[in-house]
């Protein structure tokens, strides 16, 4: 079992930057694969970013890659999306999730996080 709580949204303006935090607790927690998901009002909950256990693989969507960085402390079980540069478009509920295997894939993730709303003004 893995409870997972997000934190670390807000509103910025469009270029600015802001830094999620998802804190993991569990006795395994630190052998899952970590994942960042995001959904904006009336569309599909979307692929944003993943790491495995040992952070050493990274997965990223095109439409965030350069701008986002994905990152995890094991031994302090949490799991940081860095974003800069942030445009409208980026604006949605974030949600980490967890899972046993490296994957971009939605129903691959078993836990989930209650979600941090990140609002991006232009």
């Known amino acids: 079992q893995v409870q997972l709580v997000d934190s670390g949204g807000g509103l910025v303006q469009a270029g600015g930057s802001l830094r999620l935090s998802c804190a993991a607790s569990?006795?395994?927690?630190?052998?899952?694969?970590m994942g960042w998901f995001r959904q904006a009002p009336g569309k599909e909950r979307e692929f944003v970013a993943a790491?495995?256990?040992?952070?050493?693989?990274?997965l990223y969507a095109d439409s965030v890659k350069g701008r986002f960085t994905i990152s995890r402390d094991n031994a302090k079980n949490t799991v940081d999306l860095q974003m800069i540069g942030l445009k409208p478009e980026d604006t949605a509920v974030y949600y980490c999730?967890?899972?046993?295997?490296?994957?971009?894939?939605?129903?691959?993730?078993?836990?989930w996080g209650q979600g941090t709303q990140v609002t991006v003004s232009s």
């Open positions: 999730a967890a899972d046993q295997r490296f994957t971009t894939n939605r129903s691959g993730y078993y836990y």
């Open positions: 569990g006795r395994t927690a630190s052998s899952y694969t």
């Open positions: 790491i495995n256990w040992s952070g050493g693989r990274t």
